[in-house]
């Protein structure tokens, strides 16, 4: 079984450069329309919010803003590292990087289109010490 996340974007080189950049994900296809990042079982979709007819649910104002209730997480093997690049480009931290009660280091951020992404560490065996 797979999974896709598909978020619908503005601006779809900025959002772009924001995941790369910012965050230092890798898109494996990248068009005029959209862009995908495919790790394993799982696939990211960037989709420039054109393509959508008026009628759309989203077009119609489904959930305003974009990303409302929802919370993208995205797991890294260096939280310290990519916490200390977000801080070094000077891009706005959400809330800041904090052991949490469930074991695990994470920070978040916001992205270009409101979408809210949780970065946290990989394990919990890494803060045991």
């Known amino acids: 079984m797979n999974f896709r996340l598909e978020l619908f974007v503005e601006d779809l080189k900025r959002s772009i ?14 068009n005029e329309t ?14 420039h919010d054109s393509i959508l007819d008026e009628d759309h649910y989203f077009k119609k104002g489904g959930l305003h803003p974009k990303g409302k209730g929802v ?5 890294s093997d260096d939280i310290e590292k990519l916490y200390n690049h977000i801080l070094e480009g000077n891009y706005p931290i959400e809330s800041k990087l904090e052991l949490r009660s469930w074991g695990m280091k994470d920070f978040r951020i916001v992205d270009p289109d409101g979408y809210y992404v949780r970065l946290t560490s990989n394990n919990l065996d890494e803060h045991k010490q």
């Open 34 to 47: 959209g862009a995908m990042i495919k790790q394993d079982h799982f696939s990211l979709l960037l989709t």
């Open 71 to 75: 919370e993208v997480i995205i797991v």
């Open 17 to 30: 450069r924001f995941y790369e950049d910012i965050i230092g994900l890798t898109f494996s296809k990248k």
